[in-house]
């Protein structure tokens, strides 16, 4: 038998297998107590404008505070991983691998009751404050990672143009590396906020008033309240309204990007 027709075999085979387990979903499930359970139109109504006003936006303001205290303090972070100074890249350095290393519910959790416990201290904002100042704390560990690999990629030879012009470390640092290396990290950095989106769902474990509830929490209380899971596939599809674009807009970048190298 030639190669080409056993390839050919071979993928008649795996599309046969495709289309046995779909006509198995098919006949088996019971599609009425999924419409019931997963898609009631009533238990779906219930849910809004609630879903978009209370849980969505603030799982979108949530987003946008992390995302900003992770990238500056990432920034920092960064800079300092490659600091000639030794001090700041041992610190830089253990803080990343220990905040990477570390999963993110473990670290709200310590934030929202560990450490005020332990130190007799208030957040500010409460419950939500003490899960962002964590998502802020773990968030900056992966982008400090990302920014320090945008910075390493700008050619060298661009530092050194700068430097023969007369700029000081600091300043060309400032004006010709950073610019360059975050039109590089855009999709990377992109990605990150899509994680952390999805992240702001672990914010629950800090206890929410209900003015402050995002998406799965909101969902997760809907879930209780009504004996359906219908609210599960409100949010999950809230989820997809808002992650999807930007998932599109990281493979955008990204072939924006092969395209200009």
Partial sequence: MKPSTRRRLFRGVLYAIFILAVAAVVFVADWEAIQTNFFNP??????F??????????TIVYTAIAF???????????????????????????????????????????????????FDWRPPGGSAGAGLIALIVV???????????????????????????????????????????????????????????KDTSLLFIAGMALSEREL?????????????????????LMYLIITLPLTQLVAKLERHNKRGR
């Fill in 216 to 236: 799965t929490t909101f969902a997760r209380d809907a879930v209780s309240q009504q004996a359906n899971a219908t609210p599960l596939m409100v949010a999950a």
């Fill in 68 to 118: 900003v205290g992770g990238l500056i303090f990432g920034l920092l972070l960064a800079l300092m991983k490659l600091s000639p100074v030794g001090p700041y890249r041992w610190v830089a350095t253990a803080y990343i691998e220990i905040f990477r290393g570390l999963p993110a519910l473990l670290v709200i959790f310590g934030f929202a009751f560990a450490v005020p416990i332990a």
């Fill in 49 to 58: 404008p609630e879903v978009i006003l209370i849980a969505a936006k603030n």
């Fill in 139 to 197: 968030s900056a560990a992966y982008i400090a990672e990302t920014i320090r690999a945008g910075i390493e990629a700008v050619p060298p030879g661009q530092r050194e143009a700068a430097r023969s012009l007369g700029m000081n470390p600091s300043w060309t640092m400032v004006s010709v590396v950073l610019p360059q290396a975050f039109r590089i990290i855009t999709p990377p950095l992109t990605n990150e906020l899509v994680i952390l989106i």
């Fill in 42 to 47: 009533e238990v779906a109504a219930a849910a």
